[in-house]
Protein backbone atom coordinates (compact mmCIF):
# COMPACT_ATOMS: atom_id res chain seq x y z
CA UNK A 1 0.00 0.00 0.00
CA UNK A 2 1.31 3.37 -0.73
CA UNK A 3 1.44 5.80 1.76
CA UNK A 4 -0.79 8.95 2.05
CA UNK A 5 -0.32 11.86 0.65
CA UNK A 6 -0.32 13.24 3.89
CA UNK A 7 1.66 11.25 5.41
CA UNK A 8 4.23 11.94 2.86
CA UNK A 9 3.75 15.93 3.58
CA UNK A 10 4.78 15.27 7.29
CA UNK A 11 7.69 13.25 6.38
CA UNK A 12 9.16 15.85 4.37
CA UNK A 13 7.93 18.67 6.30
CA UNK A 14 10.21 16.61 9.49
CA UNK A 15 13.05 16.38 7.12
CA UNK A 16 12.78 20.29 6.55
CA UNK A 17 12.38 20.57 10.03
CA UNK A 18 15.47 18.37 10.63
CA UNK A 19 17.59 20.12 7.59
CA UNK A 20 16.97 23.97 8.99
CA UNK A 21 18.29 22.70 12.59
CA UNK A 22 21.17 21.09 10.64
CA UNK A 23 21.91 24.40 8.92
CA UNK A 24 22.85 26.07 12.33
CA UNK A 25 25.55 23.77 12.91
CA UNK A 26 29.02 24.84 12.93
CA UNK A 27 30.75 24.48 9.60
CA UNK A 28 34.26 22.16 9.20
CA UNK A 29 37.35 23.29 7.64
CA UNK A 30 40.99 22.18 7.50
CA UNK A 31 44.51 23.43 6.43
CA UNK A 32 47.52 21.35 5.63
CA UNK A 33 50.18 23.63 6.82
CA UNK A 34 53.29 23.92 4.76
CA UNK A 35 56.52 26.13 3.71
CA UNK A 36 55.75 25.07 0.03
CA UNK A 37 52.04 26.23 0.58
CA UNK A 38 53.76 29.94 1.62
CA UNK A 39 53.64 32.92 -0.89
CA UNK A 40 56.38 32.99 -1.72
CA UNK A 41 56.94 29.32 -1.24
CA UNK A 42 60.03 28.58 1.38
CA UNK A 43 61.95 24.75 1.88
CA UNK A 44 61.05 24.52 5.54
CA UNK A 45 60.20 21.52 6.37
CA UNK A 46 57.80 22.28 9.23
CA UNK A 47 54.80 20.82 8.82
CA UNK A 48 50.92 21.26 10.24
CA UNK A 49 47.13 20.60 10.54
CA UNK A 50 44.87 23.51 11.22
CA UNK A 51 41.20 22.35 12.10
CA UNK A 52 39.17 25.22 11.96
CA UNK A 53 35.29 25.04 12.63
CA UNK A 54 32.62 28.83 12.30
CA UNK A 55 28.96 28.67 13.62
CA UNK A 56 27.52 32.15 12.71
CA UNK A 57 24.53 30.95 15.10
CA UNK A 58 26.71 30.02 18.01
CA UNK A 59 29.04 33.15 16.90
CA UNK A 60 32.24 30.65 18.03
CA UNK A 61 35.23 30.68 16.09
CA UNK A 62 36.88 27.12 17.51
CA UNK A 63 41.06 26.58 16.34
CA UNK A 64 43.01 23.08 16.97
CA UNK A 65 46.36 23.61 15.62
CA UNK A 66 49.05 20.66 15.80
CA UNK A 67 52.38 21.55 14.26
CA UNK A 68 56.12 20.37 13.87
CA UNK A 69 59.57 20.67 12.42
CA UNK A 70 59.23 24.39 12.61
CA UNK A 71 63.44 25.99 11.59
CA UNK A 72 62.27 29.00 13.50
CA UNK A 73 60.68 29.63 16.68
CA UNK A 74 56.86 30.37 16.40
CA UNK A 75 56.37 34.06 16.89
CA UNK A 76 52.53 34.32 15.46
CA UNK A 77 49.29 32.56 14.07
CA UNK A 78 46.09 33.47 12.77
CA UNK A 79 43.55 33.55 9.72
CA UNK A 80 44.06 35.56 6.36
CA UNK A 81 41.23 36.65 4.51
CA UNK A 82 39.96 36.91 1.57
CA UNK A 83 42.79 36.50 -0.80
CA UNK A 84 41.31 37.45 -4.51
CA UNK A 85 42.00 34.23 -5.91
CA UNK A 86 40.52 30.93 -4.41
CA UNK A 87 43.19 28.46 -3.11
CA UNK A 88 46.13 31.23 -4.21
CA UNK A 89 47.39 34.51 -3.24
CA UNK A 90 47.46 36.69 -0.20
CA UNK A 91 45.78 38.99 2.07
CA UNK A 92 45.55 40.81 5.24
CA UNK A 93 45.24 39.33 8.40
CA UNK A 94 41.69 38.67 9.62
CA UNK A 95 41.80 37.13 13.40
CA UNK A 96 43.28 38.80 16.23
CA UNK A 97 46.72 40.51 16.32
CA UNK A 98 49.68 39.52 16.24
CA UNK A 99 48.71 35.93 17.35
CA UNK A 100 45.87 33.77 18.71
CA UNK A 101 45.64 34.58 22.11
CA UNK A 102 47.71 31.84 24.33
CA UNK A 103 49.27 30.56 20.88
CA UNK A 104 52.51 29.07 21.94
CA UNK A 105 55.37 31.30 21.11
CA UNK A 106 59.29 30.12 20.93
CA UNK A 107 58.90 26.71 19.93
CA UNK A 108 59.62 24.48 16.71
CA UNK A 109 56.49 22.22 17.89
CA UNK A 110 53.22 22.61 19.51
CA UNK A 111 49.18 22.07 19.83
CA UNK A 112 46.65 24.69 20.17
CA UNK A 113 42.83 24.81 21.15
CA UNK A 114 40.90 28.13 21.38
CA UNK A 115 37.40 28.75 20.52
CA UNK A 116 36.72 32.93 20.58
CA UNK A 117 33.59 34.81 20.80
CA UNK A 118 32.76 36.14 16.70
CA UNK A 119 30.23 38.68 18.42
CA UNK A 120 33.39 40.30 19.50
CA UNK A 121 35.45 42.75 18.18
CA UNK A 122 38.67 41.70 19.97
CA UNK A 123 38.80 38.74 18.03
CA UNK A 124 39.60 40.38 14.46
CA UNK A 125 42.29 42.50 13.73
CA UNK A 126 40.88 45.60 13.80
CA UNK A 127 41.30 46.44 10.09
CA UNK A 128 39.42 43.70 8.92
CA UNK A 129 36.59 45.01 11.05
CA UNK A 130 36.76 48.41 9.49
CA UNK A 131 37.14 46.86 6.30
CA UNK A 132 33.49 44.96 7.16
CA UNK A 133 31.03 47.39 8.21
CA UNK A 134 32.69 48.76 11.20
CA UNK A 135 30.96 45.46 13.49
CA UNK A 136 32.13 41.76 14.54
CA UNK A 137 28.62 40.97 12.66
CA UNK A 138 30.04 42.50 9.61
CA UNK A 139 33.59 40.67 10.39
CA UNK A 140 32.08 37.38 11.19
CA UNK A 141 30.48 37.47 8.23
CA UNK A 142 32.88 38.12 5.98
CA UNK A 143 35.18 35.35 7.47
CA UNK A 144 32.44 32.92 7.63
CA UNK A 145 32.29 33.57 3.44
CA UNK A 146 35.72 34.05 2.82
CA UNK A 147 36.39 30.57 4.32
CA UNK A 148 33.07 29.19 2.40
CA UNK A 149 34.83 30.53 -0.89
CA UNK A 150 38.28 29.10 -0.45
CA UNK A 151 39.87 32.55 0.16
CA UNK A 152 40.97 32.18 3.45
CA UNK A 153 44.24 30.79 5.00
CA UNK A 154 45.84 29.59 8.11
CA UNK A 155 49.11 31.03 8.62
CA UNK A 156 52.05 30.09 11.06
CA UNK A 157 54.93 32.51 11.45
CA UNK A 158 58.36 32.12 12.82
CA UNK A 159 61.87 34.40 14.08
CA UNK A 160 63.35 32.64 10.45
CA UNK A 161 60.29 33.20 8.34
CA UNK A 162 58.91 36.56 9.93
CA UNK A 163 56.00 36.48 6.74
CA UNK A 164 55.15 33.21 7.29
CA UNK A 165 57.01 29.41 7.90
CA UNK A 166 53.90 27.63 7.11
CA UNK A 167 50.85 27.75 5.56
CA UNK A 168 47.35 26.36 4.37
CA UNK A 169 44.20 27.46 2.60
CA UNK A 170 41.42 26.45 5.11
CA UNK A 171 39.11 23.96 2.84
CA UNK A 172 35.43 22.50 3.88
CA UNK A 173 36.03 19.26 5.38
CA UNK A 174 32.64 17.01 4.63
CA UNK A 175 30.79 16.30 7.91
CA UNK A 176 28.30 13.16 7.44
CA UNK A 177 24.71 14.18 8.95
CA UNK A 178 22.19 11.95 10.12
CA UNK A 179 19.51 14.26 7.47
CA UNK A 180 21.12 12.09 4.98
CA UNK A 181 20.88 8.53 6.61
CA UNK A 182 16.96 9.50 7.53
CA UNK A 183 16.33 10.81 3.92
CA UNK A 184 17.78 7.89 2.19
CA UNK A 185 15.76 5.63 4.39
CA UNK A 186 12.31 7.48 3.77
CA UNK A 187 13.31 7.05 0.39
CA UNK A 188 13.56 3.15 0.74
CA UNK A 189 10.53 2.39 2.91
CA UNK A 190 8.75 4.89 0.22
CA UNK A 191 10.16 2.67 -2.68
CA UNK A 192 9.46 -0.83 -0.72
CA UNK A 193 5.77 -0.01 -0.29
Not at 83 to 110: E, I, K, N, R, S
Given at each position: ?54 D ?16 G ?22 T ?97 R
Amino acid sequence: MRPSLSSLSALFSGLLLIATAASAAPIYYQAVLSGPAESPPNASPGTGLALVDIDVVAHTLHVNVEFAGLLGNSTAAHIHAPTAVPGTGTAGVATMLPTFLGFPAGVTAGTYDATFDTSLTSTYNAAFVTANGGTAAGAEAALAASMAAGTAYFNLHSNVFPGGEIRGFLTLVPEPTALGALVAGALFAFRRR
